[in-house]
T-cell receptor
Framework: DTAVSQTPKYLVTQMGNDKSIKCEQN?????MYWYKQDSKKFLKIMFS???????INETVPNRFSPKSPDKAHLNLHINSLELGDSAVYFC????????????FGPGTRLTVT | GENVEQHPSTLSVQEGDSAVIKCTYS??????FPWYKQELGKRPQLIID?????GEKKDQRIAVTLNKTAKHFSLHITETQPEDSAVYFC?????????????FGKGTHLIIQP
């Protein structure tokens, strides 16, 4: 069974639209994350979510909002999409904060036209 | 916040030779240093990690060394094989307090020449 899953795998949309990416983990982990990987392959943390506490990377525009209906899910909602939002978005989870292996989802390739 | 520098950005080695990738970090409070391998179009996957109370760790052909004083750590791959070709990322994080996630280096594209 897939440990961390994301949907959709590919997302093509126009500027100005609002879209969501879903993430689910079946590992029983307490912490989930969203990372953005840009065209140069640079991976950067966007959000961490642990026990209903959200830690936001201050560089992330407020058009991005994570939503967690329960411990196993952390969805990413993006408003007013811009060309620069095109990237691969990875969800990840770990047992708890900090020094533990993070398990990554398969990624969602977002293309904004 | 933490800053991780990784070198080289591209590394080409002959099959069977060794490969070394180096990283430095800025925050002396960081205490967890994983290495991830990412094949084209795939997710990053952990290949080895080291904690700040350990200087070296080995797993078959892969080893990682950590120098806390100098704030640098390295990945060593011996007897390289074609399937080792991928992008490798080093990362650093702080256990316990805070939730900054992993701070990644910019990646090294490892090419194994047959």
């Amino acid at each position: 069974d897939t440990a961390v899953s994301q949907t959709p795998k590919y997302l093509v949309t126009q500027m100005g639209n609002d879209k969501s990416i879903k993430c689910e983990q079946n590992l029983g982990h307490d912490t989930m994350y969203w990372y953005k990987q840009d065209s140069k392959k640079f991976l950067k943390i966007m959000f961490s979510y642990n026990n209903k506490e959200l830690i936001i990377n201050e560089t992330v525009p407020n058009r991005f909002s994570p939503k967690s209906p329960d411990k196993a899910h952390l969805n990413l909602h993006i408003n007013s999409l811009e060309l620069g939002d095109s990237a691969v978005y990875f969800c990840a989870s770990s047992q708890d904060l900090g020094a533990n292996e993070q398990y990554f989802g398969p990624g969602t390739r977002l293309t904004v036209t | 916040g933490e800053n991780v520098e990784q070198h080289p950005s591209t590394l080409s080695v002959q099959e069977g030779d060794s490969a070394v990738i180096k990283c430095t970090y800025s925050d002396s409070a960081s205490n967890y240093f994983p290495w991830y391998k990412q094949e084209l179009g795939k997710r990053p996957q952990l290949i080895i990690d080291i904690r700040s109370n350990v200087g070296e760790k080995k797993d078959q052909r892969i080893a990682v060394t950590l120098n806390k004083t100098a704030k640098h750590f390295s990945l060593h791959i011996t007897e390289t094989q074609p399937e080792d070709s991928a992008v490798y990322f080093c990362a650093a994080s702080l256990a316990g307090g805070g939730a900054d996630g992993l701070t990644f280096g910019k990646g090294t594209h490892l090419i194994i020449q047959p």
